[in-house]
């Protein structure tokens, strides 16, 4: 594993601005294969020689993103994602940064947590409510009778 310097000492301009299911929701996972003729195509580099392994990439099925949709949901979201990195040129290709998933990933869940307790609240207050409404109308059959 790799780690990236997390420290508040060296951390300036903090502020609570991340996305969370506003960007999440918009995601889009899918699985795909890698064409390797393409990405060489694509990026201009000179083709490497045929070895018995050059294509066993193109047999792995992934699990991910587009970084395109990616862009998409950040922009559409007003989100300024530092796990999308843009080509530069006609010949680069957009990255991601799968770790960068997880901050916008925990506020979503956050995001959730405060749904989840407000619908909580919300269905006690409920349950007393219905509650005393079946008492009275217990009461109310009684005095019927």
Do not use: C
Not at 27 to 47: E, F, I, K, M
Not at 95 to 121: C, D, H, R, W
């Amino acid at each position: 594993t790799w780690s990236t310097y997390s420290d508040a000492r060296v951390k300036t301009n903090i502020r609570e601005e991340v996305k969370g299911l506003e960007f999440i929701t918009r995601l889009h996972p899918v699985t795909y294969h890698r064409d390797v003729d393409r990405q060489t195509a694509l990026t201009g580099n000179q083709p490497v020689n045929f070895y018995p392994e050059k294509y066993d990439i193109e047999k792995i099925k992934f699990s991910g993103f587009l970084a395109q949709e990616v862009e998409e949901a950040a922009n559409a979201s007003g989100y300024e994602f530092s796990g999308l990195t843009l080509p530069k040129n006609d010949h680069d290709l957009y990255t991601l940064s799968y770790e960068a998933f997880v901050v916008p990933l925990v506020k979503g869940m956050q995001e959730q947590q405060a749904m989840i307790e407000e619908l909580q609240n919300t269905n006690a207050k409920q349950a007393q409510l219905i509650a005393a409404l079946e008492a009275r109308l217990s009461e109310l059959e009684k005095k019927v009778k």
